[in-house]
């Protein structure tokens, strides 16, 4: 156990505000841990099921003298946020988020942040469907990456040191341009995502097949489509309110191959259908390979998705 930050404040203590926290306190990385989050609700619980040492109402009140701030809340509401705990950043101190979308908190939370002050925005590459104070665990960053995207002129040992926090949960850090880090997130993820949302919803539109067709029927492939659906959707609906150009640029290419396949469907042409699913089942052996996910046939899905 090495204490890393003699005090870390997380604001916003749902799924991944409170798996840090329980990292943090897995490995004995923080002397103190102060919280805040929106509702009065989330920061009783917090307070009970002991993540946090304490919760704050403002938070302003909970960054006070921390070393380490993290931004757990939806993308949407981290500007708001940087603007106010800005006053009440220590010199010297790390400002960090866990934002699905980079390009956005830059532009969001930057213009907040005091000279002296750190500022590198992060994502972990981790999360399941789940949210709220009591979906954390602290194993969810084990063997996950996480993106860090500092800004041109980042103090390296600020870089280096928050690089250690998140090896020290479990995770292995990639560093990335911000630009780049929504590009490759729009295709891994965000766009899922809307297919996952899309697809569910055509489902429940059909009016040919019942709604309880749908469930009972839900093994072939809709399945795990319902679990992605099932993600927060504020949280979603910020990430393609903030990431608008990168999701529309990868939306475009995936409808061109969605017509090469439709074609391929209504002209019978096995070839092209067989080379398709052929190159992509190589991509999921490359998943495996990677260590990012197993090969067991997990129909109940583990708590930890990639
Ligand atoms: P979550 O479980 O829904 O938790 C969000 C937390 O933010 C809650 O504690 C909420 O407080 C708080 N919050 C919301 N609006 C706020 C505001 N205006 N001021 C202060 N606190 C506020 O969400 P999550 O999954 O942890 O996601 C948090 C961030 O991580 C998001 O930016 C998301 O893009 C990113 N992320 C998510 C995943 C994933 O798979 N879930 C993976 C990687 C990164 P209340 O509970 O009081 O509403």
């Known amino acids: 156990m090495t204490v890393m930050f003699e005090k870390v ?6 799924l991944i505000g409170s798996s840090i926290a329980h990292g943090m306190r897995e490995q004995g990385l923080a002397k103190t841990i102060a919280g805040h989050a929106k ?5 009783r619980v917090a307070l009970e099921i002991g993540l946090v040492d304490s919760v704050h109402e403002m938070p302003a009140d ?3 003298g921390a070393d380490l701030v993290i931004l757990c809340a939806p993308v949407g509401a981290c500007g708001a946020l940087a603007a106010a705990v800005s006053v009440q950043l220590k010199p010297g101190a790390i400002l960090s988020d866990v934002g699905s979308v980079k390009g956005a908190i830059v532009r969001d939370c930057g213009p907040h942040v005091p000279p002296g002050v750190h500022f590198i925005p992060g994502h972990p590459i981790a999360g399941t469907e789940q949210s709220g104070p009591r979906a954390g665990f602290a194993e969810l960053f084990h063997g996950r990456w996480c993106i860090l995207t500092p800004v041109p002129g980042t103090d390296p040992a600020a870089v280096a040191k928050l690089t250690a926090f998140w090896e020290a949960l479990g995770s292995m850090v990639d560093v990335m341009e911000v630009a780049h880090h929504d590009l490759v997130l729009a295709i891994t993820s965000h766009l899922p995502h809307l297919i996952a949302y899309n697809t569910v919803a055509t ?5 040919t097949v019942t709604n309880s067709e749908v469930i009972k029927y839900s093994a072939s492939g809709f399945r795990d489509f319902t679990r992605i659906a099932a993600s927060d959707p504020t949280m979603w609906r910020d990430v393609f309110l903030n990431n ?5 640029e990868m939306l475009g290419r995936f ?3 969605l017509a090469v396949l439709q074609r391929a469907v209504r002209w019978g042409d096995g070839e092209t259908l067989f080379n398709l699913f052929t190159r992509a089942r190589e ?7 990677a260590g990012q996910d197993t090969a067991a046939p997990d129909f109940g899905r583990g708590r930890a998705k990639t």
């Open 9 to 14: 404040a997380l604001l916003g203590l749902g």
């Open 39 to 43: 509702s009065a609700e989330t920061r």
């Open 62 to 64: 909970a960054v006070a």
């Open 203 to 207: 489902a429940a539109d059909l009016e």
């Open 244 to 248: 608008k150009e990168a999701v529309l």
């Open 255 to 257: 409808t061109e191959e």
């Open 283 to 289: 991509v999921r052996r490359g998943i495996i390979a």
